[in-house]
């Protein structure tokens, strides 16, 4: 069992589980019917996304010093104490389901998915390894 850390709307991998977006928005001119089916997510849990503003500021950091000061903010928003409680939970059903969390961004190493991989980790959940490019 174990949480898996994907792109939204690539293949499903072999017994992932269901997919949680992690989003601020729904996928562009897909049918809220067709958000499943067509790879995105089963559920949408946007409290797990970063802020509005931080879509902004991480979508427009070019340096290491502006992703830096992206991501000290986004962990900021994530140790809110019900978002914190959620992540918590997370972690802990990782030990007995599959299931995976995700975001549209390509490289995982600019997305909030990567944060989200390591406050996962902290927390003790069970990561499936990154799939190999």
Not at 67 to 83: G, Q, V
Not at 94 to 122: D, I, K, M, Q
Request: net charge positive; glycine share 6%; charged share 25%.
């Amino acid at each position: 069992m174990a949480i898996s850390i994907v792109q939204l709307g690539s293949p499903r991998s072999k017994d992932e589980g269901l997919r949680i977006g992690t989003v601020r928005r729904p996928p562009r001119g897909v049918p809220k019917e067709e958000f499943a089916s067509r790879d995105y997510y089963d559920v949408w849990l946007p409290m797990l996304s970063p802020s509005q503003e931080l879509v902004a500021e991480a979508k427009a950091a070019q340096t290491e010093a502006e992703w830096n000061a992206f991501s000290r903010a986004y962990l900021k928003e994530m140790a809110a104490p019900d978002t914190s409680r959620v992540l918590d939970t997370l972690a802990a059903l990782s030990h007995t389901a599959n299931f995976a969390v995700g975001c549209y961004c390509e490289n995982e190493s600019r997305c909030h998915r990567s944060l989200l991989r390591g406050l996962l980790t902290e927390r003790g959940a069970q990561l499936r390894a990154k799939a190999s490019a």
